[in-house]
Antibody, heavy 118, light 108 residues
């Protein structure tokens, strides 16, 4: 059974950098699929952050592209999100997910709430 | 960026009733580049439909999707108690991938 689990800080100060990790179990990241991040701010809808293929290109939402990096560590079977210059507008539940063909998301983590506050 | 609009915002129905949810795109997403997800409080979203009309693995056949271009529909033929949740559409015909704001199906 494939499972994804987000980990990282629940609280980040304004202007700091958020680092989240998604640990994948039951499937080897290097075997295929795209891997990505989505977030849902309080009271708002889902927003695609970005995605990547384990040995290839990465894709980012233009609205966040200047601040986002997604990377993969196949040795640990995990992938990560780095979001710089955090503001209150970045407060959200962050989800990691597996994508089919970089198209739609067939498996999701349960999500982790990240609050930006001093 | 393709903007998705979902209607209604909230649908109040009773178990056993039929639910019809709409997703409209600001421009064509292609013939079938649309997915639907279900999310319950505190849970991860679950893929229901991809390719506008193909059910994901393990999804009951009371869920069906239709549409193309800019207008798509998710139908739940007979609501079961576990179907009361929020439903999101997502397009993958354009970049970036975008989601609709969601339709909440709650118990009348």
């Amino acid at each position: 059974q494939v499972q994804l689990q987000e980990s990282g800080p629940g609280l980040v100060k304004p202007s700091e950098t958020l680092s989240l990790t998604c640990i994948v179990s039951g499937y080897s990241i290097s075997s295929g699929y795209y891997w990505g991040w989505i977030r849902r701010p309080p009271g708002k809808g889902l927003e695609y952050i970005g995605s990547l293929y384990h040995g290839g290109n990465s894709y980012y939402n233009p609205s966040l592209k200047s601040r986002v990096t997604i990377s993969v560590d196949t040795s640990k079977n995990q992938f990560s999100l780095r979001l710089t210059s955090m503001t209150a507008a970045d407060t959200a539940v962050y989800y990691c997910a597996r994508l089919v063909g970089n198209w739609y998301f067939d498996l999701w983590g349960r999500g982790t709430l990240v609050t930006v506050s001093s | 960026e393709i903007v998705l609009t979902q209607s209604p915002g909230t649908l109040s129905l009773s178990p056993g009733e039929r639910a019809t949810l709409s997703c409209r795109a600001s421009q064509s997403v292609g013939s079938s580049y649309l997915a639907w997800y279900q999310q319950k409080p505190g849970q991860a979203p679950r893929l229901l439909i991809y390719g506008a009309s193909t059910r994901a693995t393990g999804i009951p056949d009371r869920f069906s999707g239709s549409g193309s271009g800019t207008d798509f529909t998710l139908t739940i033929s007979r609501l079961e108690p576990e179907d009361f949740a929020v439903y999101y559409c997502q397009q993958y015909g354009g970049s970036p991938r975008t989601f609709g704001p969601g339709t909440k199906v709650d118990i009348k």
